[in-house]
């Protein structure tokens, strides 16, 4: 079974940083990760993609985050990572860590979910 590990959320006042961290934990040596992302959910509003990261590290980022937000990811500790700064009070949402993950004893491509972080920016 595979988890995935979200941390790093919490309360912050408009202009400042926060970075978010994803681990993907459990039977990791019957799985290859493949991209890495985070999206976020506001109250009202539909899920969105937020950033993403290939395995060979290609990133892919909303419109709303270019600039402000950088995804990364450690192989090595099966972690990635939302360093988020000038933040606005629109980046306010529950934040979802995903991964698109191929699994050796089930032969197919499986997607895993964080259980959500909360960012909250005041204004």
């Known amino acids: 079974q595979v988890q995935l590990v979200e941390s790093g959320g919490g309360l912050v006042q408009a202009g400042e940083s926060l970075t978010l961290s994803c681990t993907v934990s459990?039977?990791?040596?019957?799985?290859?990760?493949?991209?890495m992302g985070w999206y976020r959910q506001a109250p009202g509003k539909q899920r969105e993609l937020v950033a993403s990261i290939t395995s060979g590290g290609t990133t892919n980022y909303a419109d709303s985050v270019k600039g402000r937000f950088t995804i990364s990811r450690d192989n090595a500790k099966n972690t990635v990572y939302l360093q988020m700064s000038s933040l606005k009070p629109e980046d306010t949402a529950v934040y979802y860590c995903?991964?698109?993950?191929?699994?050796?004893?089930?032969?197919?491509?499986?997607?895993?979910w964080g259980q959500g972080t909360q960012v909250t920016v005041s204004s």
């Open positions: 995903n991964t698109n993950i191929y699994s050796y004893s089930r032969l197919r491509d499986i997607d895993y």
């Open positions: 459990g039977n990791i040596y019957s799985i290859n990760i493949n991209a």
